[in-house]
C-alpha cells in the first residue's frame, strides 16, 4: 500500500471515529503541516469520500459518505493484505537466515530489540528450535514476551552465537554500540528493510 492509501486510509478512519475531529489533529497524527492536510481533506471530499458538514455554531464536522465507508473498507483490505505479505516475507526471510545460522552450528541467538520484527523473530526462534538467551535493548522497556529486556552491556556476560537485530530503525547505530561490547561482525544477524 502506498503512501497516499495509508494517508487516506488514517483520515477516513479518524473521520469515522469522531467527525469533529480538528484538522490540526489530523496533522499531527499524519505527521505532516496542516496546510497539506487541509488539501488531503478537500481530495477526499472531491471524491466523494467525506461530506462537510456546517453547525450553526461555526465549528465544521466531517462525515464519512457511503462512497467514503466503501473506500475506507477497500483501504482498510489493501493495508492488511499488505501486512500479511510483509509479515510473511519477513518470516521466510527469517528462517533463512537462522537455517545458515544452525547449519554453522549456531543456536544460541539474542535478540537485539523490542518491535514488531523482534516478535515474528522469537517465533521463529522457536519454531527452529534454536534457544533465545534473551532480549536487548536500550532499556526503555522491562519486559518484551514475558522475558525481561536487559541493557546491550548484559552481553558481555552471556554466551551467545550470534545477536539477531529486531530494531531497523537505526541499524548502523546499533552496529557500532554492539563494536564497543567487542561483538565482531560475523555474529550480527542484520534483515535489512524491505
Not at 8 to 16: M, R, Y
Not at 95 to 102: F, K, N, P
Not at 146 to 153: E, F
Request: net charge positive; charged share 25%.
Amino acid at each position: 500500500m502506498n503512501l497516499r492509501g495509508q494517508r487516506d486510509l488514517l483520515l477516513l478512519t479518524e473521520v469515522e471515529r469522531d467527525g469533529g475531529v480538528t484538522q490540526r489533529s489530523l496533522a499531527a497524527k499524519l505527521g505532516v503541516a496542516l496546510g497539506l492536510t487541509n488539501l488531503y481533506l478537500k481530495r477526499l471530499v472531491r471524491n466523494g469520500y467525506i461530506a462537510i458538514i456546517t453547525n450553526p455554531s461555526h465549528r465544521v464536522r466531517y462525515g464519512l459518505t457511503p462512497q467514503g465507508f466503501v473506500e475506507k473498507s477497500r483501504l482498510a483490505s489493501l493495508h492488511l493484505k499488505h501486512a500479511l505479505s510483509h509479515y510473511r516475507d519477513m518470516r521466510a526471510r527469517l528462517r533463512d537466515a537462522l537455517s545458515h545460522m544452525t547449519q554453522n552450528g549456531m543456536k544460541r541467538v539474542v535478540i537485539c530489540g523490542t518491535s514488531e520484527l523482534a516478535e515474528i523473530a522469537y517465533l521463529s526462534l522457536r519454531e527452529m528450535q534454536m534457544t533465545l538467551v534473551g532480549f536487548v535493548d536500550d532499556g526503555r522497556q522491562e519486559s518484551f514476551l514475558s522475558y525481561p529486556v536487559r541493557q546491550l552491556d548484559v552481553l558481555q556476560e552471556w554466551e551467545f552465537d550470534a545477536v539477531l537485530l529486531a530494531n531497523l530503525d537505526d541499524i548502523a547505530g546499533l552496529r557500532s554500540r554492539l563494536k564497543r561490547y567487542q561483538i565482531s561482525d560475523s555474529k550480527i544477524l542484520e534483515l535489512s528493510p524491505v
